[in-house]
């Protein structure tokens, strides 16, 4: 990659720094975007790329770094600048040397997320919509948990894969099961959590130090079960991070018959963004959570 000048100068005012001999190489950075170490002036940085379209996509992420951070509970790169240019847009965070969360790590990052869901409002959703990976995700604020994940959650992503050819049994066992989710929560009440919101376990790993930290988030606040049933998507995480976050805030009984219906989002998200298999999986959870209800 030939490095922007004009991404090169926004960092330089962010920073104050006078960048001598930049230098940047590819490294890997998920599905969504091309990622790059960026070294100047004895400095590391991260610098996710994407098409200019998606630069509210990278303010969204900053604004939910940011949030994170001034929590005071989870350790998160810290973001640096963001814009476009030309025809991509870019966010650019501090570098951070990343490994696996090892077993004492696993422990302490179940104790930071438990703290992180102990920051509240009075209120489900978020100051600003975000993204789900790339997908848009609706944050409007609404006090009742169900209307919020039933609409701007389930019905979104539904909405969405309608709109990419994904109709038939999907949309019908959608709407059935939209319609009976507050039998989900008939003797459960949530409390509006600061969330990850994207909390598997390609999101989280160590800094050279040891320090558990989290990245790529889709925050906004909502049922804590949601961020811990993500964990258990993809492979989970071990068994030292779910006894330590149970010692800090135990988890309501019912949190197992919620676990699907939580990881459904994601699974329409995947259908939404990779398509594939995902559809079938998404009918099977369907109709398993609606078999759970008789």
Request: hydrophobic letters at 35%.
């Amino acid at each position: 990659m030939t490095l922007n000048a004009e991404l090169l100068q926004h960092l330089q005012q962010t920073t104050g720094r006078t960048l001598q001999n930049p230098r940047i190489a590819s490294v890997g950075g998920g599905d969504i975007n091309a990622a790059y170490r960026l070294r100047a002036d004895g400095v590391d940085w991260f610098v996710k790329l994407n098409r200019a379209s998606l630069a509210d996509m990278f303010a969204a992420e900053a604004a939910g770094l940011r949030e994170l951070r001034e929590s005071g509970t989870v350790e998160v790169p810290e973001p640096i600048c963001h814009g476009r240019f030309a025809d991509q847009s870019y966010l650019v965070l501090h570098f951070v040397e990343l490994g696996p969360l090892h077993s004492t790590a696993a422990g302490r990052f179940g104790e930071a997320l438990a703290a992180l869901h102990r920051i509240r409002q009075p209120w489900f959703g978020w100051h600003r919509d975000n993204t789900i990976g790339s997908t848009p995700q609706f944050n409007r604020r609404a006090d009742d948990w169900v209307e919020f994940w039933r609409d701007r959650r389930l019905g979104e992503q539904l909405r969405i894969a309608a709109e990419n050819g994904h109709g038939g049994p999907l949309q019908s066992l959608g709407e059935r099961l939209r319609e009976r989710v507050g039998e989900f929560f008939s003797d459960y009440r949530p409390h509006p959590s600061l969330l990850h919101g994207d909390l598997w376990g390609g999101n989280a790993g160590c800094d050279a130090q040891g320090q558990p930290l989290m990245y790529d988030p889709a925050c906004y606040y909502g049922d804590r079960e949601a961020d811990i049933a993500m964990t258990e998507l993809f492979g989970g995480f071990s068994r030292d991070f779910y006894a330590a976050y149970q010692r800090e805030y135990p988890l309501d009984s019912g949190y197992k018959t919620r676990v699907t219906l939580y990881n459904l989002y994601h699974i329409l998200n995947h259908l939404n963004l990779f398509g594939g298999g995902y559809q079938s999986q998404a009918k099977r959870m369907m109709e398993q959570l609606l078999a759970e209800l008789g």
